[in-house]
């Protein structure tokens, strides 16, 4: 038996595949719920939307699974370009009608036609690209003793590559996706080893200039003071909304009062399958949440912020069996990026942080999160295909080394 050839299968890391399967799952039958209150006559339509997209994300991951580090270091400034080249659509190709219902530019629609958001993409080649850019400069300077210096110039040369993205970001008023890749940037400027006198002092800054915000905003005239530095109207509503989501339940903040109204109302066990008894605008997407616990309670909560957990364990452990850098700050980037999604997505809903726009992965409608999901699944998927093969080498390497220690002996 042991001199078989190990085949693909026994490479592919089963064990992080099933709770994506079972997220995509439970997404599926949650817009099910959804559309088939709010659009009855569409449910198939959108339904089957949805599998397709998933269908395509899974294919894709298939895909990036057998890439190795080579190829994805050498394709990564490639991807990094094409990124930035593809958020520079929707501020030409965009619906009007789209931007005045959720402020943003952040969608191509071509003919009436909503097509994709490209900075759903750009996350993953952000993440690559600032991945290559820490291994390349631990590389340059592996001669020299770690500084302040270095590190402050480890944080330029991130910021540097986060800084066209930003730009973009601002262009399209997407101040919610704008704080996914913030913290993504945050994530890998932590796990780079920059020294805590660095880190501390801008932390307490941020948390400083955040109180500020706050004191400015709920103080009188201040909502009005900051429309008039340029902040947009919508962002101000969803700050108001975050603090008193009742005080204007039926206009501005009628969503979230409505999301959080739901949410309560499913209980421990849920009102059961398919039912719903309250209006959510959008529940279909970023309120997704609230269809999952009006339906199935704080159980089917639970089980679902279990599935994350379960998730992003079996990330962490993929990415500590690599012995491989490039791998271990792309593992991270990725693993950041699902945390700020599903802690400010649930907090958003739940009334614990400001409603940014930003879906639930795996679960939220939407073809291009979907892909870009999954595509990011199919990168740890080769992580731990590579792992496996390496093991396999070292193995047979080990092998042949005692036939022929044994034919010397004989």
Request: with cysteine; glycine share 8%; aromatic share 14%.
């Amino acid at each position: 038996m042991s001199s078989l050839k190990p085949s693909i299968d026994s490479r592919v890391d089963y064990s992080l595949i099933l709770p994506v399967f079972c997220l995509l799952l439970f997404g599926v039958v949650a817009i099910y719920v959804a559309v088939s209150h709010d659009y009855p006559a569409n449910v198939w339509n959108m339904v089957g939307q949805q599998i397709a997209w998933i269908a395509l994300g899974v294919l894709i991951s298939f895909v990036v699974m057998f890439f190795n580090t080579k190829f994805l270091w050498q394709m990564t400034p490639y991807l990094y370009v094409l990124g930035l080249a593809l958020m520079v659509l929707p501020l030409i190709f965009y619906s009007d009608s789209l931007v005045a219902s959720t402020g943003a530019k952040n969608w191509v629609t071509i003919g009436g036609v909503t097509l994709f958001q490209p900075s759903e993409f750009m996350k993953i080649s952000y993440i690559l690209m600032l991945s290559r850019t820490v291994v390349s400069f631990i590389q340059r300077n592996k001669e020299h003793e770690r500084s302040l210096k270095l590190d402050f110039l480890l944080i330029l040369e991130l910021f540097f590559y986060t800084l066209p993205v930003l730009g973009l970001l601002i262009l399209q008023s997407d101040l919610g996706t704008a704080l996914v890749f913030l913290a993504i940037y945050s994530g890998l400027v932590l796990i780079s080893g920059v020294s805590w006198k660095i880190i501390l002092p801008v932390f307490l800054t941020a948390i400083i200039l955040l109180g500020g915000f706050l004191l400015i905003f709920i103080s009188d005239g201040g909502r009005g003071f900051l429309h008039q530095l340029g902040m947009p109207t919508y962002q101000i509503n969803r700050i108001s909304a975050w603090l008193d989501p009742f005080q204007y339940a039926q206009t501005t903040t009628y969503q979230q009062a409505q999301g959080q109204i739901a949410i309560g109302s499913g209980g421990i066990w849920g009102q059961g399958f398919n039912v719903s008894n309250l209006m959510v605008p959008v529940r279909e997407s970023d309120m997704i949440f609230t269809v999952i616990a009006e339906d199935f309670g704080f159980l089917g909560s639970t089980i679902l912020i279990s599935l994350y957990f379960l998730l992003i364990y079996r990330m962490l452990k993929t990415t500590l069996q690599s012995n491989n850098q490039f791998y271990t700050y792309m593992s991270t980037g990725f693993i950041m990026m699902l945390l700020f999604h599903i802690f400010e997505n649930i907090g958003a809903v739940t009334g614990i942080l400001p409603l940014t726009g930003i879906p639930l992965p795996f679960i939220s409608q939407g073809g291009s999160s979907i892909i870009s999901n999954l595509i990011g699944v199919g990168l740890l998927l080769s992580v731990s295909y590579q792992n496996n093969l390496a093991e396999e080498k070292q193995g047979h390497y080990q092998r042949r080394r005692k036939k022929v220690i044994l034919r010397k002996i004989r």
